[in-house]
């Protein structure tokens, strides 16, 4: 399944649901060209892996990379909503213990006010 892209803003904070599969190649391009553009206005990202199926190694680099450029600009990138499959693969690459995690769109949301 093609990765699909939905973004809005909530509260301030931008807001990315992810459906389809973040995979090396097209989607996980899409993904980082989508995140790098949005980013220049609004560095507070929240993305919401609902209906995402799958990620791959290549998908997982994207995530990191991602990451990275969100912190290094004073920004941040909070995961929420996992599906089991996704959270699993997080916490066997030891991935869950770098972004911050969510169960749902809202206290990701909500965690940037606290943080602020």
């Given at each position: 399944m093609q990765l699909e892209l939905i973004t809005?803003?909530?509260e301030g904070v931008l807001v990315v649901d992810c459906?389809?599969?973040?995979v090396f190649g097209e989607e996980s391009q899409l993904l980082?060209?989508?995140?790098?553009?949005?980013?220049?206005?609004n560095n507070h990202i929240v993305l919401n892996l609902?209906?995402?199926?799958?990620i791959d190694s290549g998908g997982l680099g994207t995530l990191v990379a991602l990451y990275t450029t969100a912190r290094h600009s004073g920004g941040a990138i909070k995961l929420a909503n996992l599906t089991k499959r996704v959270g699993d693969?997080?916490?066997?690459?030891?991935?869950?213990?770098?972004?911050?995690?969510?169960?749902?769109?809202?206290?990701?949301?909500?965690?940037?006010?606290?943080?602020?």
């Open positions: 809005r803003i909530e459906s389809g599969r973040i980082r060209d989508r995140i790098k553009e949005l980013a220049c206005q609902a209906g995402t199926s799958y693969l997080l916490q066997v690459t030891k991935l869950l213990t770098v972004f911050e995690v969510f169960d749902s769109e809202r206290k990701a949301v909500e965690s940037f006010k606290k943080a602020a």
